[in-house]
């Protein structure tokens, strides 16, 4: 090898090994994990007493397909992002057309504000969204009774009122990220597009659905995905939020509490639910990608 050849190496190995290390092992030593019965008691360190770690095959997986808790999560898990990114998407699309709008003033400072969620730390933001849905004291619930509703929904320990409180969470953490990629498609639409469109006698809501959101499109659908996958990968916020109660709503935070929150954690089990998430995850991103055709706007 030439010293250029070597000075590269010695300039690239470094980073791939760091890459091997910190992100492929951790990946592979949790799909080993997810095939043998590593539990409380034989893993990480063998106790005289407990069973053996062993290889145990496809059993946690056949277990994880036959718990009703994993299948409860797994499909509350997808309504959960069916609701949040018909939430998000149309929120979004709203608020990018309303600050997009040449009647609006102000239009910048209003997006400054907006995008304040975006800069806030999730924990931060969490607690105060916990405090404002408390059942006594929340402000929430004070300004529904103040309306006259003398019994206002228990947002902290009723799972149906929960999950809409978790819906509003994430579409205001959310709305940011959703809100800046449409602002910024919509500025590509060229002027004279829509002047053809006033001039062949379109209302407003006409050249909106015509004209507007079918040019950006793909960057709405590049978001949705994007944000679709955030909201399967939901965990931090119910966790914080209330952990106990959705655990059967959301499958990363199951294969959590099955791992770090039963009285003898089974660490095999958790794996295998998680790889089987990510699995999914990965699908259901390849099949998006390849119904919405973003990869051929990236070749192009």
Excluded: C
Excluded at 40 to 53: K, R
Excluded at 135 to 141: A, K, R
């Amino acid at each position: 090898m030439d010293k250029k050849t070597i000075a590269a190496l010695a300039l690239i190995l470094p980073g791939m090994i760091a890459f091997l290390f910190f992100n492929i092992y951790p990946i592979l030593y949790s799909i080993y994990i997810a095939f043998t019965n590593a539990k409380l008691g034989n893993f990480p360190i063998q106790a005289p007493t407990a069973e053996p770690l062993r290889f145990v095959g496809l059993e946690n997986f056949r277990w994880a397909l036959s718990d009703p808790k994993f299948r409860s999560a797994f499909v509350w898990t997808w309504v959960f992002v069916a609701t949040s990114v018909t939430l998000k998407v149309v929120v979004g699309i709203l608020l990018s057309v309303l600050y997009n709008n040449k009647y609006v003033k102000g239009k910048f400072f209003y997006r400054a504000l907006l995008i304040i969620p975006w800069a806030l730390p999730l924990l931060f933001s969490v607690m105060v969204w916990r405090f404002m849905f408390d059942p006594v004291v929340g402000p929430i619930n004070i300004m529904l009774r103040n309306l006259g509703i003398t019994n206002p929904p228990d947002w902290m320990t009723s799972v149906t009122w929960g999950f809409v409180a978790l819906n509003i969470i994430e579409v205001w953490l959310a709305y940011p990220f959703m809100m800046t990629v449409i602002t910024s498609a919509l500025q590509s639409v060229p002027d004279t597009l829509i002047e053809a469109a006033i001039i062949d006698g379109a209302n407003y809501w006409q050249r909106l659905t015509k004209v507007v959101i079918p040019i950006v499109s793909k960057p709405i659908a590049f978001a949705t995905i994007l944000t679709s996958a955030a909201s399967f990968q939901y965990f931090l916020v119910p966790f914080i939020y209330n952990a106990g109660l959705f655990e059967d709503r959301f499958l990363l935070l199951y294969g959590y509490r099955k791992a770090f929150g039963s009285s003898v954690p089974h660490y095999g089990r958790a794996a295998a639910i998680l790889l089987i998430a990510t699995i999914v995850l990965a699908v259901y991103m390849f099949v998006n990608m390849r119904i919405t055709r973003l990869q051929e706007g990236v070749k192009g």
